[in-house]
RNA sequence: GGGCUUGUAGCUUAGUCGGUAGAGCGACAGACUCUUAAUCUGUAGGUCAGGGGUUCGAGUCCCUUCAGGCCCGCCA
């Protein structure tokens, strides 16, 4: 929309967070000519560079001068002196600048219009203070930018944890193990890349938007296309796609892929989250499993050096290669009971004084086990542990399993008592393809609205032929979360989903979405 | 959807039994040429999240709205 141009700016809207002093410094500073935000400035080194470089010198500046920028993080003024810590991506460093070493009037400039959380360009020397601090000794510096919002508290910082996720630029800007956070995060995304481009894995991206939703059970977010004149969703995953692909010829593919399910919000579901989806083909859940394993233990050692991690107190060992067990053996072992020996009533029975919850309603005992998992046996998988060997019911995009009949072959990876991944031997046959999905659509008949969408282009592609397929996806927030011992998925996602504030003025309401059919 | 819980100055926070809202940092004015959470002196800064109620009197007690957090349900 065109903004409504108001011809007196107001710097006291109650949405700006500008605080006045630095406003009247503003002005003060243009007043004596300076330039408040120049296009460029030269650095020659880095501050990490400098500490690198100049880590021998002595009481006596370095005869080297060198040029840096960064933030002003703390200001300590001796009067015709100053120390500052200077901060840029690479680390900190003091400053220290004399009136007497600065070119004629640059000592007032910076004494009446530079301060904390101003960008500044110098040109200084090394040395060491006596104390030992590394610091440059200060012959020239250049507003680079300023800064018209003052920083938070310089010791306690920003712990404001609505107010960290919210203005997430603040959070970066002072609080480092958030920056490390999102380092790792990124560290992370390379490495997958790395990894599976090496592996002769291409990586595609297939569509956000889509006419027909699939590839999971979830409610999706809805959408419309103007000139399509048509409704789209916004992807729950991009499993039917990738598949396509190898339909047509890519044997090994995927895709970082950001999902989007319009569920509720906790620790570890975000609206929108990222997943990197692998399709191999001639390869079954088994290698799919050995896929998994080798990538995610070795991003493991590469972000962290080594296999163990830390995480809501418990010592998790990522060393391959992981446990792995039926989900029927789970839940005898792990959950105690054999729900095989048990009549389906007194199964019934039992679950309900162990808490299953929705077991009145199973028709089998196939049917009652993921039940008794998702009870029993889910928190209870602190180390990597695959689960095999999944009821056919919940899996319509699963391939039966090669020796029990009623399942499909299937794994998913639980750490910290959550899932990680979730992977199968892809169903490739048509006719059985098409079957499951008339079974989902009867669900949803019923009312199911998380049942998947039929989708005949992709029955269609199978009837083309694909080769035996193994597929996986795996969790990226979840998987940065345990890298970083977070245990809030919104301290791992930049920005994570908020409600809407409501100091500013009342947005047209939205509507609430045509999702139900 | 349910339970518990938090919201006080820019930030971090104290506030007892209901009795004039305090501090540190930051800001402002001043002193100080090796400090590093610099130090010292002084000043300003508050719709106690919003609304309503009880009371002589509410940051404090009650109701309600908003936003956040934790847990449960849901998300297989």
């Known amino acids: 929309m065109i903004g409504r141009s108001t011809s007196i700016m107001s710097y006291d809207n ?32 880095t501050i990490a560079g400098i500490r690198t470089e100049f880590d021998s010198v002595t009481h006596d500046p370095s005869p080297q001068q060198v040029a840096t ?17 200077l901060g840029d991506e690479s680390g900190r460093i003091q400053l220290y600048i004399r009136k007497d070493s600065l070119p004629d009037g640059k000592f007032a400039i910076f004494k009446s219009g530079v301060e904390r959380g101003d960008i500044i360009g110098v040109k200084g020397r ?19 930018t300023k800064a018209l919002c003052s920083l938070p508290e310089k010791f306690h910082g920003l712990t404001n944890l609505e107010k960290r996720y919210r203005q997430r630029y603040l959070d970066l800007i002072v609080n480092e193990e958030s920056r490390e956070t999102f380092r790792t995060r990124s560290r992370i995304l390379s490495q997958l890349r790395n990894n599976l481009t090496a592996r002769d894995f291409l990586e595609f991206e297939t569509p956000t938007l889509q006419p027909i939703y699939g590839g999971a059970n979830a409610r999706p977010f809805t959408t419309y296309h103007n000139y399509l004149e048509q409704k789209l969703y916004m992807r729950i995953a991009p499993e039917l796609y990738l598949k396509r692909l190898v339909v047509g010829g890519f044997e090994k593919v995927f895709e970082l892929a950001k999902n989007f399910r319009n569920e509720d919000i906790d620790t570890s579901h975000n609206p929108e989250f ?5 399709y191999q083909a001639y390869a079954d859940y088994k290698d799919m499993m050995r896929l998994t394993e080798e990538i995610i233990s070795g991003i493991i050692r590469e972000v962290t050096g ?39 009533e007194a199964l019934k029975e039992k679950g309900k004084t162990l808490g299953v919850e929705g077991v009145e309603g199973v028709r089998s005992h196939r049917e009652a086990l993921p039940l008794f998992f998702e009870t029993l046996v889910e928190e209870k998988l602190i180390q990597p542990t695959f689960i095999l060997d999944f009821p056919i019911e919940n899996s319509p995009l699963a391939k039966v399993h090669r020796e029990k009949e009623g399942f499909v072959e299937r794994f998913e990876l639980f750490i910290a008592g ?28 019923l009312g199911d609205e998380e049942a998947q969408m039929h989708d005949y282009d992709f029955v269609n592609a199978l009837g083309y032929g694909m080769p035996p397929t193994g597929g996986v996806g795996i969790g990226i927030d979840r998987l940065v979360m345990l890298s970083t011992s977070n245990t809030s998925i919104k301290e791992v996602i930049l920005f994570p989903s908020m409600r809407r504030e409501s100091t500013t003025e009342e947005e047209e309401e939205v509507a609430p979405g045509e999702d139900n059919q």
Request: with cysteine; aromatic share 12%; hydrophobic share 35%.
């Open 306 to 344: 080594g296999y163990e991690v830390t995480y809501e107190g418990n010592t998790i060992d990522f060393t391959p290669p992981w446990n792995s067990m039926p989900m029927e053996e789970a839940v005898k072992t792990i959950g105690g009971i054999d729900i095989f020996t048990y009549p389906l």
């Open 418 to 445: 959550m899932e990680l991944a979730n992977g199968f031997s892809e169903l490739n046959d048509p006719i059985d393809q098409l079957e499951r999905f008339e079974a989902q659509e009867e669900k949803r008949r």
């Open 126 to 144: 090394a040395f060491r203070t006596k104390v030992g601090e590394i610091t440059l000794w200060v012959d020239d510096f250049e507003l680079l």
């Open 69 to 85: 920028a960064g933030r002003i993080y703390i200001v300590r003024d001796h009067g015709k002196t100053f120390f500052c810590d």
């Open 14 to 45: 109650p949405a700006l967070q500008f605080d006045e002093q630095r406003l009247a410094k503003r002005n003060l500073l243009q007043e004596q000519g300076v330039t408040l935000y120049p296009p460029s400035f030269h650095r020659s080194h």
């Open 274 to 278: 990222s997943m990197v989806e692998i």
